[in-house]
């Protein structure tokens, strides 16, 4: 089967490419990007006005499978990220059980190969069932396909076994991902410590929770010589520790998300928990700290942290429900928000970010438009208004505080292997 992709601007940070090409793609390869092409037995895609970008890739997303399937499916949040314009996720271990052995991996992926819309990379747990204690098998997951470790959303408190973590991580050649909080500083907290938890009589999280375990890592990360990628990064100080471990020349790369850029805490409306994050949304220092980590390359990639919670879980007192946001089908119109309508960045520093660069940070050798390399691409529009509709999410769950948010710009179509999985008008394809 032929795809032509026809009049787009097409834009490959990767290899310096901007402007107006059209794109072949042959079965699951990229055939040709020229400025005209003629092909009379291909399907044919109109991209004039549109952005053709390397397939975008999100290494943070929760896809809840195995054990909390009633949140998210491999099969749902695949197809949400489809909708998103992801053409690639990473998904985190926290599942039931943890993804801490080659068994659990093994599902993973073979789930994936049978029923995901996109590409599918695992990550594996730091520690045993993540609870800080023993090391996970890595080598045996590493054999059967993660990419990282990480214990997500349950840090890893013990300074000496995530020493030896990243000395393990870096006999594999992978990355260690750290949720970056010290326990003992953010116990109680539901929303960032400052004016706003006051006004809501709500518990804080201070800044500093984040602040000591970024330096911590990159503290160990220079001892060791080990590659640490910090996840969600959120606060001033933290962004300030990230750049200068870069100027040291240390392995260590950084993510953001776009509720983190995009929203401050002072906007979250009373107890409403679909603003209940971790980490919290910070203040307009933090957020204004965030982008400028952006455009100087302080922070590498952008990230959603997808974290689907049913309604009945997540509706509850705000002390009480759970922390986390879906975020992929809104990641790209908020970005485009925030970042590019706003003047901050232009648009092939935009797409790096959601392309080639968090498949650096992983090595993932995706991200790029090449002939010969894989086809998967993402189509969108930075002129395009629309609206978001969290009851019509392809995510089983729907706790995202973006509902009723009209954007300007969004994802249009999204190509994994060659095949169109998704497009605006006709949503979801079926597989073949």
């Not at 794109?23 to 895609?45: G, H, K, N």
């Not at 801490?100 to 747990?125: C, K, L, M, W, Y």
């Not at 092939?348 to 995706?366: E, G, I």
């Not at 002129?383 to 995510?395: G, I």
């Amino acid at each position: 089967m032929r795809l032509l992709i026809r009049n787009g601007r097409v834009v490959d940070p990767a290899s310096g490419l901007d402007g107006g090409r059209d794109v072949l793609i042959d079965s699951d390869r990229i055939a040709a990007i020229e400025p005209q092409i003629e092909c009379p037995d291909a399907e044919v895609i109109e991209a004039d006005g549109m952005v053709v970008a390397p397939g975008f890739v999100d290494i943070h997303v929760h896809l809840r499978e195995p054990g909390i399937e009633h949140a998210e499916t491999i099969a749902s949040g695949s197809r949400a990220a489809a909708a998103g314009g992801f053409t690639a996720v990473c998904c985190m271990p926290n599942t039931l059980p943890v993804n801490d052995s080659a068994q659990v991996t093994s599902f993973i992926v073979d789930r994936a190969r049978r029923t995901a819309a996109v590409h599918v990379h695992p990550i594996g747990a730091i520690s045993k069932g993540s609870q800080g204690e023993r090391l996970a098998d890595i080598g045996a997951m590493h054999a059967e396909g993660i990419v990282a470790i990480s214990d997500d959303g349950i840090p890893v408190m013990n300074s000496g076994l995530m020493r030896r973590a990243m000395k393990y991580a870096a006999s594999f050649g992978i990355p260690v991902i750290d949720h970056c909080e010290d326990l003992t500083l953010s116990s109680g907290g539901d929303i960032h410590e400052g004016i706003q938890s006051i006004r809501l009589g709500l518990g804080g999280i201070p800044s500093c929770s984040e602040d000591v375990m970024v330096a911590r890592d990159i503290i160990l990360a220079a001892d060791t010589d080990s590659r640490v990628h910090i996840a969600h990064i959120s606060t001033a100080n933290s962004i300030a520790m990230v750049r200068h471990a870069k100027k040291l020349g240390l392995p260590v790369t950084a993510e953001v998300t776009p509720h983190h850029f995009a929203l401050g805490d002072e906007e979250i409306p009373g107890y409403d928990s679909n603003y209940k994050m971790k980490p919290p949304l910070r203040t307009q220092l933090d957020i204004d700290a965030a982008i400028e980590g952006l455009v100087d390359g302080t922070i590498d990639c952008i990230a959603t942290d997808h974290a689907p919670h049913t309604g009945h879980t997540k509706m509850q007192e705000f002390e009480r429900c759970p922390f986390g946001i879906t975020g992929l089908e809104t990641a790209l119109g908020l970005s485009l928000e925030a970042l590019y309508h706003g003047g901050s960045i232009d648009l092939p520093h935009l797409v790096r970010l959601f392309s080639s660069a968090p498949s650096s940070c992983l090595d993932l050798d995706r991200g790029r438009l090449v002939v010969g390399g894989p086809a998967d691409v993402t189509i969108f529009s930075t002129t395009r208004e629309w609206t978001y509709d969290a009851n019509q999410t392809l995510s089983k769950s729907k706790n995202s505080p973006f509902g009723g948010r009209k954007f300007r710009g969004g994802p249009v179509a999204t190509i994994v292997s060659g095949r169109v999985v998704w497009t605006v008008d006709e949503g979801l394809r079926p597989q073949r």
